[in-house]
């Protein structure tokens, strides 16, 4: 069965640093979306992405986070400065229809030390 | 905004039992889903829906629109099922409406 991949699945980065988080969603689907999970916490939204373009994002997506899908099959998550606060797991998720199923990736944790 | 609430926040069963966990919400939804989070971290979508009642092998979802409520429930629940269960909606459309709202997620422990 298809499945949405993250890469990498952890990733130590130091406070100040750019990061790329990369998710490879199911090759047929046309809905992205970038959740966050900081440890204890509950799952939240980022951003989500149709059409080639952001089609909402959170409060949370603020001028330091972007997004990107630059060859058709990627679709990464930048965050132009780390925080020590922007360590959580990073999940990508997809889906065919605007409300089908997600499928979700394995995660990325984010560790900004 | 949708505020999502589970209960229990933790449950521990014994093997056999019968499981139910709900989901309230505060504003009306386009689509309700049942996720399952392992201790790895994965999430796995289990149920989406919008009405009524689905059922996939032990697993059975189901959603009272008016009441704005949903449960979850496992039946002869199994060691395997321990995972965090969570409950997310998509709010209706109107802004806002692409991103899911989560519940805090309902730990489960079932007991051999």
């Known amino acids: 069965e298809p499945e949405v991949t993250q890469t990498p699945s952890h990733q130590v980065t130091q406070m100040g640093q750019e990061v790329i988080l990369r998710c490879v969603p199911i090759s047929n689907h046309l809905y992205f979306y970038w959740y966050r999970q900081i440890l204890g916490q509950k799952v939240e939204f980022l951003v989500s992405?149709?059409?080639?373009?952001?089609?909402?994002k959170s409060e949370i997506f603020d001028d330091q986070f972007s997004v990107e899908r630059p060859d058709g099959s990627n679709f990464t998550l930048k965050i132009r400065s780390t925080k020590l606060e922007d360590s959580a797991m990073y999940f990508c998720a997809s889906s065919g229809q605007f409300n089908s199923p997600l499928h979700f990736g394995n995660g990325t944790r984010l560790t900004v030390t | 905004k949708n505020e999502v609430e589970q209960s229990p926040q933790n449950l521990t069963a014994q093997e056999g039992e019968f499981i139910t966990i709900n989901c309230s919400y505060s504003v009306g939804i386009s689509a309700l889903h049942w996720l399952q989070q392992h201790p790895g971290g994965g999430i796995v979508s289990l149920f989406m829906?919008?009405?009524g009642k689905k059922k996939h092998g032990r697993l059975i979802a189901t959603i009272n629109i008016q009441e704005k409520h949903s449960s979850l429930h496992i039946t002869a629940s199994h060691p395997r099922d321990s995972a965090v269960y969570i409950c997310a909606v998509r709010s209706q459309s109107g802004g806002g409406a692409d991103g899911l709202t989560f519940g805090k997620g309902t730990h489960l422990i079932i007991q051999p």
């Open positions: 829906l919008s009405s």
């Open positions: 992405f149709y059409n080639n373009e952001i089609s909402e």
